[in-house]
């Protein structure tokens, strides 16, 4: 792993031990803040370790928003701690199976919300991989980066104002260009 992705991963466990540490500042959307920072390293590294990461955070937070008296805190804080102790100590794989026990602990909190869960962390991952794609890294790449389907990126993409933003230049010029081509 690499270390820039490293620290910023132990950084953002930390900034999450302290948003759900304590009961009166559980913000979630100081969550999906730190979710959203963590996509950084993931569009520049294009590495697993920050897209889940960010996709677990984006997952807890909505959890937390739906079910904010039967989340388990303790368990969850010991859980992260031991995630951030871990990838601290350079026990990359033992990191990676507490960071799987984590989206266990998420999936299991409600049988009811199990299904709920799963799709939101099928959201999360097209979301992020909307990021990505934002960020430069094509569509291909993000897709595989996430282990979604091309089609499931594309979609959600194709929703967004993205290509337009992307391509930097508005439809009537396109059009005009387009058309220019053709005289």
Do not use: C
């Not at 995630?83 to 794989?93: E, R, S």
């Amino acid at each position: 792993m690499n270390e820039v992705v490293k620290k910023d991963i132990i950084q953002v466990i930390s900034d999450v031990i302290d948003i759900l540490g304590v009961e009166e500042e559980r913000d979630v959307v100081d969550l999906m803040d730190i979710s959203n920072h963590t996509i950084h390293n993931a569009s520049i590294f294009q590495d697993e370790d920050s897209v889940s990461i960010a996709i677990l955070i984006y997952s807890l937070s909505k959890v937390i928003q739906r079910k904010e008296g039967k989340l388990n805190y303790n368990s969850l804080l010991i859980l992260l701690r031991g995630a951030k102790k871990n990838l601290g100590n350079d026990n990359i794989d033992i990191y990676r199976r507490t960071v799987r026990k984590l989206f266990d602990f998420i999936s299991t909190i409600d049988s009811k919300l199990k299904l709920y869960i799963e799709q939101v962390i099928i959201q999360a991952e097209i979301k992020k991989g909307s990021k990505l794609y934002a960020h430069g890294i094509s569509l291909g790449r993000a897709s595989e980066i996430l282990g979604i389907s091309q089609w499931e990126l594309m979609s959600y993409v194709g929703k967004t104002k993205m290509p337009d933003i992307k391509a930097g230049v508005g439809i009537k010029q396109r059009i005009n260009y387009a058309r220019s081509l053709f005289k």
